[in-house]
């Protein structure tokens, strides 16, 4: 039995070459029309930057200590960017701009969250890609996001500068209103006019965590139990209670002995707190930068056009070829086995004499 070489495979391709190409051809065409009928997926890009003072008070490092470490840093921006990544947002997105069929189905939220990816890019950079059917609907959303996230950082800062500068006036009350031992409700209710200006900060803390959060946040049911605490102080002033301040509470009190020292070291922390406050509800985004502005694409992320025509080509040289050796190695390697090779023996030549 003969058995055919590479050489007879190859020359067997090279005589039906027509046939390859016509696979080529149809497989590629195959290709190009597969690029109309799949569905297309798009994705927006952006880079945003979380600047490293958002993290830090140098005047109130007592009570906040600084973060220095990188990697502690990059950790707390990476907590970040997935607390705006919360279900709540997800099943605004997936009502708003219906992404999915049930906005409540929580696996369906989860493979949504996978469309949108965050990548670091070095210290404090991240790369947010969302992807969507529709590119201008993945250009909204990813915009969205960036707005939520600008949201977030606010309230998260907001609520932790609110928490120490509620703590540092109750001290300061303590020592420049109460006695030795007084506890905040016997302060209020020995001095009403306090209630209403405390009621005022913890309905205004209400309203700014609304913006990001539901009413069932604890930090929102905490507050209410404490405007409902307050209302009981919150009563008609009398004849011998001091009138409401105006402005600043503190402005104005003098405080002797051995507290003189640490009332003037909170009062000076508590006003550049109430400064900080007022600057980051003017300057929301200023935590917040954008490397690479988002756009709305032209084309998709998938299917690509040229990968389609690279795929078509290579599936028809490999379908074409296999077709051409299945059907014709069988009948070349008959005629082969047929076929008589002349000897090469020597033959020798008897000269006559």
């Known amino acids: 039995m003969t058995s055919l070489n590479p050489n007879d495979y190859f020359n067997t391709l090279l005589q039906h070459k027509k046939r390859i190409l016509n696979c080529i051809g149809v497989c590629t065409l195959l290709a190009l029309g597969s690029y109309f009928v799949l569905p297309k997926t798009y994705k927006v890009s952006s ?16 009570f906040l200590p600084e973060t220095m470490d990188p990697q502690e840093l990059k ?18 997105m997936a009502t708003r701009y219906k992404l999915i069929k049930d906005p409540t189905n929580s696996h369906d939220l989860e493979l949504l969250a996978k469309k949108l990816e965050i990548i670091p890019n070095g210290s404090s950079a991240f790369i ?15 915009q969205e996001f960036i707005s939520h996230l600008q949201s977030i950082m606010t309230t998260e800062r907001h609520t932790l ?15 420049a209103f109460g006695k030795p031992g007084d506890t905040p409700n016997a302060i209020y209710a020995a001095r009403p006019d306090l ?3 405390r009621m005022d900060k913890i309905q205004s803390e209400i309203a700014t965590l609304k913006a990001s ?29 001091p009138p409401a301040a105006k402005g600043d509470m503190f402005g104005g009190i003098k405080v002797d002995g051995a507290s003189k020292e640490l009332f003037d070291d909170l009062l000076k922390k508590y006003r550049y707190l109430e400064v900080v406050i007022f600057m980051d509800q003017q300057n929301k985004d200023h935590y917040m930068s954008l490397l690479n502005e988002a ?59």
């Open 195 to 197: 209630v209403q200006q």
């Open 161 to 175: 500068l609110l928490n120490l500068h509620d703590a540092i006036q109750e001290q300061l009350e303590t020592i």
């Open 75 to 92: 950790a707390k921006r990476e907590a970040l960017l997935h607390l705006a990544m919360n279900q709540q947002f997800l099943s605004q």
């Open 295 to 353: 756009y709305i694409p032209e084309s998709p992320v998938f299917p690509k056009l040229p990968i389609l025509i690279v795929w078509g080509i290579a599936a028809g040289f490999l379908l074409g070829s296999i077709w051409v050796l299945m059907k014709e190695m069988p009948v070349a390697e008959e005629k082969k086995r047929f076929t008589v090779v002349p000897s090469r023996k020597p033959v020798r030549i008897e000269e006559e004499a």
């Open 213 to 241: 959060y539901s009413e069932k946040h604890p930090r929102i049911t905490a507050l209410k139990d404490q405007l409902t605490q307050l209302a009981q102080f919150n009563k008609p002033f009398s004849d011998s209670s």
């Open 47 to 62: 880079m945003i930057s979380l600047q490293t003072q958002y993290f830090q008070l140098p005047l109130v490092s007592g």
């Open 128 to 142: 947010v890609n969302f992807t969507a059917k529709d590119p201008n609907v993945a250009y909204q959303v990813l």
